[in-house]
């Protein structure tokens, strides 16, 4: 899984595993909540770039294949912490995972039903609506919606008006219909 620039995110209930390079990439991340995860087997577990991240949610953390940590009381969490390396220009800092778990997760097929009831799937629409209209993909998209709308309103007033057609007449109502508010 790779992660840039990303904030502010709860990543949970995920298997990563068997990876020939790495399992988890993070480059400029911050606050992302990670949790309830299977990290298994993977050459580098993860590799984090200018990141700050959680690793737990206060009850539990993630299953790391290569923790060597011992459960003295049983409750399948780890008694030390799980270190993730984060590389900064200044040097390497440490992440912490502060309960681990000692079994891998049983990821659910599909999230609880009280979770799909309770979900705001209107707000997450627009939430995604609203990023991609203002990503660079969505501007341009935006730009030639408007464009190709504005040619068709000016061949229809055009057609209307039983005119011939002429590149310089399109081009004067296509900047006229641009101009007026």
Known sequence: MIFYSSFNNS??????????HLGLYFDGCSQNKFFRNDIVDNDDQTICWYCSNIWDNAIEGNYW??????????DGIGDEPYQILTLHLSGESYDTDNFPLMRPVII????PKDELDD??????FF??????VTSTIGIIFLVITFSVIALIVIL??????????????LLAHFCILGIKK
Request: proline share 6%; no cysteine.
């Open 11 to 20: 990543i949970h209930d995920n298997i990563i595993a068997f990876n020939y």
């Open 127 to 132: 939430s995604v609506i609203v990023g991609f």
């Open 156 to 169: 229809v007033i055009v057609v209307k008006k039983k005119r011939p057609i002429s590149q310089t007449s």
């Open 65 to 74: 294949s290569d923790y060597n940590g011992t459960d003295t009381n049983s």
């Open 119 to 124: 979900h705001d799937w209107l707000a997450e």
């Open 108 to 111: 659910p097929v599909s999230p």
